[in-house]
């Protein structure tokens, strides 16, 4: 392999990972919850309780 093609092959290994951490960092400006907060964590305890009661409501009437 030529090292031209290897680092093309690098190049490409790297899109991946530099894409995911694009989203990590790309949050509203206006962006103020404390993602440290206890509440902050009870309330996505709670949301994520409900969603997937739902969910199991929604896969229960579709069977």
């Known amino acids: ?3 031209r093609q290897a680092s093309g ?3 490409g ?3 991946p990972s530099a894409g995911q951490d ?3 960092n790309n949050l509203p400006q ?3 919850i404390d993602m440290d907060d206890p509440e902050t964590e009870k309330a996505a305890v709670a949301i994520q309780s409900q969603f997937r009661k739902f ?3 929604k896969q229960d009437v579709k069977s």
């Open 9 to 11: 092959a690098m190049t």
């Open 30 to 32: 206006d962006f103020d």
């Open 22 to 24: 694009e989203k990590k």
């Open 55 to 57: 969910q199991k409501k």
């Open 13 to 15: 290994n790297s899109k």
């Open 1 to 3: 392999m030529s090292e």
